[in-house]
């Protein structure tokens, strides 16, 4: 009996526009056992079940369309879309690519059925690809998810191989999507990048949390990954992630059209912050007793 196949290469090519390579594009087939939902962790990361038939399966690894030869990267709505002016560009920076990589990836093949190898990296890459796009895309946006997804799947990879680094590889970028996501409220509110109403958001591929999942993932990443050795900054921050929190769950009936798990997580984080307050408190009024003696 013939085995059953668990992703497929599209018929028609993708043509690269920066340096033409034409290839064909690999997507996971749905239906069949191949996902097995399981819970959804604070950071609205969707975990699956090993199946029977497939193992361990990650949707994650598929979104990005990479070209194999200059790694010029995107989500695939987005891989045709970049300003002509903007391609020579990413031309020029094509070693830039392949060298960062290299340090992460030394063997990569994107012809081939992706790995977790070839998955984590697609996020890298396409992180730095939306510099090449305009505000029409959400770019800073699309950087802060493809940074998260990095973290989530390079956190994997410590998983398989706890003593190749890939832990600190992980941390530097959920860092990185911490600074994107803050700058993304930030543009969005100063209507320099307006998300658009068609817009993606995940963070996961199996649910869209919209606008409010923006927000508790910039309020998350603070808590988890903001200041850590400066008590009074670590309090400053966490002052200002708890309310950003507060306005997804709110009052009355501003919380009905919300997803309940949106809800009940925030509420959740919430408490935990607010715990690690009053535990900073102490050390920070030590600290303004010191500075007036």
Known sequence: MEAQKLTFFEKKQTVCPVCDTKFFR??????????IAGDLDPELRR????SKKFGEVSPLLYPVTVCPTCYFSTFAQDFETAPEKNLRKAEQNTEERRQGAALLFPQLDFTAPRTLFEGTASYFFAAACYDFHDKKANPTYKSALCSLRAAWLLGDLHAKFPGDNWDYASLLFYRKARFYYRMALERESAGQEAFDSNLAFGPDVDKNYGYYGVIYLAAYLDFRYGAAHDPEKRAFELQNARRMMAKIFGVGKSSKNKPSVLLDKAKEIYEQMGEQLARLRPETESADLGADD
Request: charged share 35%; aromatic share 8%; net charge negative.
């Open 47 to 50: 975990r699956y079940e090993p």
């Open 26 to 35: 690999e997507d996971l087939l749905s239906g069949g056992g191949r996902l």
